[in-house]
Nanobody, 119 residues
Framework: VQVVDSGGGMVQTGESLRLSCAAS????????MGWHRQAPGKEREWVAD???????VYADSVKGRFTISRDNAKNTAYLQMDHLRPEDSAVYYC??????????????WGQGTQVTVSS
């Protein structure tokens, strides 16, 4: 299984970015797809999840500003990030895991994509 995330970049406060996470190989539409992020000097933190049935869950810090979605036909998940803030700056990682696996465990990680928000 290969997971490739992309779409990061440098933006100003209040602007938007859309991250993509493309998976290939032995995968299932029942897999949960999620995004995590890690800022310099901080632990990796969970951002959002989407189930195979498109149920979504968000961290409080991004609720109302970020939207996670998926296109099972393309084996791809997206993270639409609006109203970005400097504190959203981090390397964002896609994670695809079996529906039975705990968050952050099992499954496969993307290589990470850098998001930088300037004030």
């Amino acid at each position: 299984v290969q997971v490739v995330d992309s779409g990061g970049g440098m933006v100003q406060t209040g602007e938007s970015l859309r991250l993509s996470c493309a998976a290939s190989g032995d995968i299932s539409n029942e897999d949960i797809m999620g995004w995590h992020r890690q800022a310099p000097g901080k632990e990796r933190e969970w951002v959002a999840d989407i189930s195979g049935g498109a149920t979504t869950v968000y961290a409080d810090s991004v609720k109302g500003r970020f939207t996670i979605s998926r296109d099972n036909a393309k084996n791809t998940a997206y993270l639409q990030m609006d109203h970005l803030r400097p504190e959203d700056s981090a390397v964002y990682y896609c994670h695809r895991r079996p529906f039975w696996a705990p968050r952050g465990r099992e499954g496969y990680w993307g290589q990470g994509t850098q998001v930088t928000v300037s004030s």
